[in-house]
């Protein structure tokens, strides 16, 4: 079984753990042959170092970014490398699709910038018409003429099929729900221990996009700069440079002496010494497909604090600390309450964390399944 991965536009934060994981799942197996084309970027080449000396994973690498050149290269050299690598299956790992292509294809829908109704109130209210138009309306009429003839879909939650189905016909379409996450126990931390009479440690882990409109760090910035006032010991741990934040018009500098600007950890060990005692990771996103960042929090046995959103309901539960989306006067009193409630921190984890074994383990658990399902071999 020979499958073209097609990874074009995965560079960084989410796109970079989901990749690497799949590929730890088809690294070494013997019935499949993986053809993983990427854009060549510094976390790509670590994936890229990681696997290359596995027999059965090939790297096709290109210098070249952007929407145009996606559409050109994958409607065209595709076809080139369909014959000369003798392609069973494309897994289309970010959400485009080839209809002139009539080899079989999954696609796996990463991103719902392109299917969120939330998402374009936002623009609307914010008089964002022309990137709108630009950013989200344009490119969705393609994302969607490319899914038209794709009868195979994977999502990572039942709510991203639901957003789907808000834009695009589903009735006879194929959905899969994958798990992109380890379950296993060894991955699972015990609460951390809080005692909120010292240091409040705040992580914000947010990649290099994190000026468009649905990360929404604007409501984190503004929480905290009022928060700033309330004469608490607090830090601020964000996974962005002091440059990127001072050349954007979001972040408030009166939390400079607050703040360690971190830049983009690409060390899972440098990562999990972020989830310590006493830290509270706050998500802002108006829309995630899982919010990895988030279930990352959850595992290393944090506090977590995350928007009101159909998004985090479904897969975090009705237990989370949720506050009102775009509400930074809702997420300081979340804040608040978390401070005034420390005794029940540890349980609260404990339950969101089995809320979340049971859900995974609920969806697929390997590719593999679904590449013999798509192919009925």
Not at 137 to 150: A, D, E, N
Not at 166 to 178: A, D, E, L, V
Not at 253 to 266: R, V
């Amino acid at each position: 079984m020979n499958i073209l991965i097609n990874a074009l536009g995965v560079v960084d934060s989410g796109g970079i753990k989901v990749l690497d994981r799949l590929l730890n799942e088809v690294k070494g197996t013997i019935l499949i042959q993986s053809f993983v084309v990427c854009n060549i970027s510094v976390n790509i080449n670590i994936i890229v170092d990681k696997y290359q000396s596995c027999n059965n994973i090939t790297f096709v690498t290109s210098y070249k970014k952007g929407y145009l050149f996606r559409l050109l290269y994958e409607m065209f050299y595709f076809q080139s490398l369909i014959k000369n690598y003798n392609i069973d299956l494309i897994y289309n790992s970010t959400g485009t699709g080839q209809p002139f292509i009539n080899t079989p294809q999954l696609v796996k829908i990463q991103n719902l910038i392109f299917f969120s109704k939330k998402l374009d109130s936002v623009f609307l209210k914010r008089k964002l018409f022309v990137p709108w138009l630009i950013d989200i309306l344009i490119k969705r009429f393609f994302v969607k003429c490319l899914l038209i003839r794709v009868k195979h879909i994977e999502v990572q939650s039942a709510h991203v099929e639901n957003c789907l189905s808000n834009y695009i016909s589903i009735k006879n379409k194929c959905i899969y729900k994958k798990s992109d996450i380890n379950i296993c126990d060894n991955d699972f931390s015990p609460p951390k221990k809080y005692d909120f009479s010292k240091k409040i440690k705040f992580l914000y882990i947010v990649g290099p996009h994190f000026e468009l409109p649905h990360k929404n760090l604007t409501t984190f910035v503004n929480a905290l700069s009022t928060f700033n006032g309330l004469n608490v010991d607090y830090e601020i741990n964000i996974t962005l440079t002091k440059d990127q934040l001072h050349n954007s018009k979001i972040w408030d500098p009166t939390l400079d002496s607050k703040t360690n600007f971190l830049g983009y950890i690409s060390s899972q060990d440098e990562m999990n010494k972020l989830f310590c005692s006493n830290t509270i990771l706050v998500s802002t996103s108006i829309i995630e497909t899982l919010g990895l960042h988030v279930i990352d929090g959850i595992k290393k046995g944090v506090i977590t604090i995350a928007p009101n959103e159909n998004y985090a309901r479904t897969v975090y539960g009705d237990n989370m600390n949720l506050y009102d989306t775009l509400n930074s006067d809702s997420l300081l009193n979340a804040i608040q309450v978390v401070l005034k409630n420390d005794s029940q921190h540890s349980e609260l984890i404990l339950s969101l964390q089995d809320r979340l074994k049971k859900s995974e383990m609920a969806k697929n658990q390997n590719i593999l399944d679904i590449f013999k399902e798509v192919l009925n071999v």
